[in-house]
């Protein structure tokens, strides 16, 4: 198979025994037999010995010979059968297939050629399953190969086929990377020389290749196409680099300009490439236009199966009549399948250009530095690159009847508002005349109002709203006014139109945080129809009422917009995205082109902000799932960020020329905040919503360095009495679990002395007024809440005592303090309140108890507040109820019959006797005097004296541990440094417990025993006094009965 004179592809094509040969008979061939021969004749003449082209270096002459063929030109006969698989057959798993086989026969990676002939040497024949291919076969596979690529594989709907295709191209690289230079890598063009600038690059034979593969690694729905494209792009661009092409100084400019990307910032050639594909791909105005282009020299019947599998150039006769019929036929009549897939190559192919043509945009910028000037722009310019598509083919894929091709085209003009704003921007940034407008420019400003107003489709808005933002943005970025180029009334009249509709059901999540911004940017009047009005005569102007705020026309559409929004998390995001638009009105200085609203202006904005406060209240949904729960939270936290903002700014002297100073009376006041506060009923969801909303401040205000509001006090002060005030009118006198945290937010936020004294209106009186003090409210409203909520086991008992907390805090004496805890604390002990209530009421008080900065005279610790004689005295009794009845249940002689009538108190008696004694507190302090933890000692060991009878001592194991002081005391003893207990009584303890066995004994006594263990004193004390208990019980006289 090797051909030891050289490449003779076109010389043997050329004889006159070719066709019998190869079997060829197509005009094509016929005619490249012809150019074959006279280019043979030429290269002879040319260079001595050459009888094939020749792939050289740079510069060569023969370099250009290398292009793309029809046919092919090689004699071997298996990849003659390749190629007509690949060429010719219509099913994508065999010129799948095909591919591969190409690639592994003719351009096999190294990996595979090592494999090879390790197998080879494996079987005992090293060279039998290796079959070389020599230089002129492979040349000649490669120019075949990238004809059928870009007339035929790059357009194939099957994706394996496109991405099959691109793997054998950038395989061929290594194989001829002189001829694979020649043919996608451009070379100095001597016939166009610049005398300063020397020869310039022209276009590559294979340019279509590249720019097809840079536009599929970007945009071709099939990951594995886009993988094998970028893997052959980036083969192009380091060869563009290794040939002679030094990186210039923007190439690092480049490169953080795509951080993000895979690809390597493309060269020259590569840029053009992709420019002139893009072109010619744009031009298209449907599929069959995209067909033309494909092969522009075949008839429309020969274009309808180009690409699905019909001969191209030679690889069919269709000479034949019978050919020639059908051909006929079908030109007049195109089958629906035919029909189907030339629509969907012609969407994939626009798309994918679309998608390069950005990308490349963005990779090679006019401005690469940011802090230039676009008068600083002279060198490179989009707009004067007559390779860059036409301005009227973006136009019109912008007005397409296609969605797909509207939203990749808004998504490609914003890249160009960022990287390529000659195409945008005048020549002549502050010159308005036609004259200074370039041919070739995008009229976005007159576009932008059409095509926004024209749009239905919900799942374009996201990109084309970012296009209007990423538009304005290019002119304020220089300094200009955008203003002068797009028309703000029929802009504003346009973008109402849109959001009042919350833009055809888009997601807002999407399209609402541009709104922002393009309002932020309107102008208050129309300054372009009113170039003569200044800034005086504007600010006059809109002190009457006939002129609406372009801005606040836009935000009122937005509003209206919430209405029509598909789902809760629609409208949120709707409602959002006004409060930042209100606050950021309110909030702004006056300027030339920003100047004063009117007073009834500022009110309409504060009127939308507290519209938006009652949505929040009462039609949003309480709770949500995923999507719909995280937009209600971004809800809270805009409204809580944007209110906390207006107060600190109505609480500002220094900024009396803002929106929210001259209407901060009326929006705190009683028509405002407080109107919206007390709008409708206070049920259960308003109160939660509230709640959320002021726990969202407090944790605001933490971020501030502890910043408070002060507008927001006398509305929250009034929701506080109606809520006391309400809570009597109720049969169980009670508020519920929602209103009491709420109570507590709202004492987080306001001081206590805010509240009291609580005045009002007593129920069916209306002239009969009350006064609730702070003591009144401790130890009846406060107190009968405790008792209310303990009862059907509620978690606003913690809540009820962190209130209480709070309110006793404030009081201006420690005497006071204790005065009001030892009444609650009593009539919670008269009232049978549980062992959990108090455990979780003591815990609550004794923690995070802050001294008041006011109140010098509060010095004591929270121990001390809560420690009390009304305490002791309860847990004194308590212990001796509960081991008198803990000895009776476990008396071994006791009377079953017997029936205790005492009521037993409920709840949890261990967390409550270890709460007592400041186990679960970090400073272990004991809320009891050192006398109670005597007296529960000498409880629990009354039956250990030697003074007792065996008859009395006879217990049952304790087996479900039910000795809770024992349990508690053993805990207790266990701790590092207690001082509480000697090491007498500890002794004593563990002696109980062995005595009594079961849990206790198991869990805990043996684990302390082994801790004081270490001293050996003090385990042979135990084991003394446990064998003399034993000693004595065996010598004891025996019960009689």
């Known amino acids: 198979m090797s051909n030891p004179g050289g490449f003779r592809g076109f010389a043997d094509f050329a004889s006159p025994s070719f066709a019998a040969t190869s079997g060829s008979t197509t005009s094509a061939a016929t005619l490249a037999a012809a150019r074959a021969a006279k280019q043979k004749q030429q290269e002879k003449n040319d260079e001595r010995g050459n009888s094939s082209i020749n792939p050289g270096g740079r510069g060569s002459k023969t370099r250009s010979n290398i292009r793309p063929s029809p046919i092919y030109t090689g004699s071997d006969a298996r990849l003659i059968v390749l190629f007509r698989k690949i060429g010719q057959k219509r099913d994508p798993a065999t010129k799948s297939r095909a591919l591969e086989d190409l690639v592994s026969a003719v351009f096999p990676s190294k990996d595979e050629i090592y494999q090879t002939k390790e197998k080879g040497e494996t079987d005992g024949n090293a060279t039998a399953n290796i079959v070389e291919f020599s230089r002129p076969e492979k040349i000649a596979s490669l ?217 490349m945009v963005s990779c090679r910028p006019e401005v690469s530095d940011t802090t230039e000037t676009y008068a600083s722009i002279q060198s490179f310019r989009y707009s004067e690159n007559h390779f860059f598509p036409e301005a009227s083919s973006i136009v019109r894929l912008m007005q397409s009847s296609r969605g797909s091709f509207r939203r990749e085209a808004f998504a490609l003009v914003g890249k160009l508002c960022q990287f390529a704003r000659s195409v945008v921007l005048s020549d002549h940034a502050g010159d308005t005349s036609p004259e200074s407008q370039n041919d070739n ?132 995001a709707i409602v959002s995205a006004v409060i930042e638009c209100v606050t950021f009105l309110m909030l702004r200085r006056p300027k030339e082109n920003h100047p004063q609203f009117s007073l009834d202006c500022w009110r309409k904005c504060g009127q939308l902000l507290l519209e938006s406060l009652v949505y929040f209240f009462m039609e949003a949904p309480d709770s949500g799932y995923g999507p719909a729960a995280a937009s209600l939270d971004g809800l809270c936290t805009t409204l809580s960020r944007d209110i906390l903002k207006l107060d600190t700014a109505s609480c500002d002297e220094g900024i009396g020329d803002r929106g929210v100073s001259n209407i901060a009376n009326w929006l705190w006041g009683e028509e405002g905040l407080q109107s919206a506060l007390f709008r409708g009923k206070n049920d259960s969801q308003k109160v939660r919503k509230l709640g959320c909303l002021l726990k969202s401040i407090l944790i605001q205000c933490n971020e501030a360095d502890g910043m408070k509001p002060k507008s927001l006090i006398p509305s929250f002060v009034n929701f506080f009495h ?212 005597k007296h529960w000692i000498n409880s629990c060991l009354v039956l250990n004296t030697d003074e007792s009878h065996l008859e009395e001592k006879l217990i049952l194991e304790d087996e479900a541990g039910s000795n809770y002081f024992l349990k508690a005391l053993l805990i207790l003893a266990s701790l590092p440094g207690c001082e509480l207990i000697s090491t007498e009584e500890v002794l004593n303890l563990i002696f109980e417990s062995w005595f009594e066995g079961g849990m206790i004994w198991n869990e805990y006594a043996v684990n302390l025993l082994t801790t004081f263990g270490e001293k050996a004193s003090f385990k042979d004390q135990f084991i003394l006094k446990a064998s003399s208990s034993l000693r004595n019980d065996i010598h004891c006289e025996p019960p009689l009965d």
């Open 722 to 933: 109606v809520i006391i005030l309400s809570s009597g009118d109720r049969s169980n006198k009670s508020c519920t679990g929602d209103e009491v945290k709420l109570l507590l937010n709202i004492m987080e936020i306001c001081t206590v002395d805010d509240f009291f004294p609580v005045r009002g209106k007593v129920k069916f009186s209306e002239d009969e007024m009350v006064t609730i003090s702070i003591e009144h409210f401790c130890v009846n409203d406060l107190l009968r809440w405790i008792l209310v909520h303990s009862s059907i086991a509620t978690t606003a008992i913690e809540t009820d005592f962190e209130i209480l907390k709070k309110c006793i805090q404030s009081m201006p004496s420690f005497n006071r303090q204790k005065q009001v805890w030892e009444t609650i604390l009593r009539e919670l002990i008269k009232s049978f309140c549980d062992f959990t209530t108090l455990a979780v009421g003591l815990s609550t008080m004794t923690r995070r108890i802050h001294n008041d900065k006011n109140n010098e005279s509060f010095k004591s610790s929270h121990a001390d507040l809560v420690r009390c004689a009304v305490l002791d005295s309860f847990a004194s009794e308590t212990c001796d109820q509960m081991m008198n009845s803990y000895r009776q249940s476990h008396h071994l002689l006791r009377d079953y019959d017997i029936i205790e009538s005492s009521p037993k108190r409920k709840g949890n008696l261990l967390l409550f006797i270890t709460t007592c004694l400041g186990i679960h507190d970090s400073s272990h302090k004991s809320l009891v005097s050192t006398s109670v933890i």
């Open 143 to 359: 120019c075949h190969l990238v004809f059928l690529h870009e007339t035929k594989l790059g357009y194939d709907n099957n994706a394996s086929v496109r991405s099959g295709s691109y793997k054998a191209l950038a395989a061929a690289k290594y194989h001829v990377p002189k001829a694979w230079n020649g043919l996608f890598l451009v070379e100095k063009d001597s016939d166009n020389c610049d005398a300063t600038e020397g020869p310039q690059p022209r276009l590559a034979t294979a340019s279509t290749t590249v720019g097809m593969a840079w536009g599929a690694s970007k945009g071709d729905p099939a990951g594995e196409v886009a993988r094998s494209a970028l893997a052959f792009v980036n083969e192009v661009i380091a060869a563009e680099r290794e040939n002679g092409r030094e990186e210039s100084p923007s190439d690092s400019k480049m490169k953080e300009t795509i951080s993000g990307n895979e690809t390597i910032p493309p060269g020259e050639g590569v840029h053009k490439a992709v420019l002139q594909y893009s072109k010619s791909i744009l031009r298209c105005k449907r599929a069959s236009s995209l067909q033309e282009v494909i092969n522009p020299v075949a008839t429309p019947t020969i274009l309808s199966g180009a690409v699905s599998g019909n001969s191209i150039g030679g690889e069919k006769a269709h000479g034949k009549s019978k050919k020639n019929k059908q051909s006929s036929e079908s030109s007049t009549s195109t089958s629906e399948a035919e029909r189907e897939e030339m629509e969907e190559r012609y969407e994939r192919v626009v798309l994918s250009v679309l998608c390069g043509l950005g990308w």
């Open 441 to 572: 420019m995008l009229p976005l400003g007159t576009l932008i109002p059409s095509v926004l107003s024209a749009e239905r489709d919900p799942t374009i808005f996201a990109s084309l709203m970012e296009m209007i933002l990423t538009y304005i943005a290019v002119f304020q970025g220089n300094g200009n006014d955008p203003w002068k180029y797009l028309d703000p009334s029929l802009f504003t009249k346009s973008l109402s139109k849109t959001v009042r509709r919350a833009c055809y059901g888009a997601p807002a999540i999407g399209w609402g945080p541009t709104i922002l911004p393009i309002v932020a940017s309107l102008p208050i009047l129309d300054v372009a129809t009113e170039p003569n009005h200044d800034a005086t005569e504007r600010e006059e102007r809109m002190k009457g009422t006939e002129v609406r705020p372009l801005p606040l026309l836009a935000v009122e559409s937005l509003w209206d917009g919430h209405k029509s929004a598909v789902g809760v998390t629609d409208t949120a």
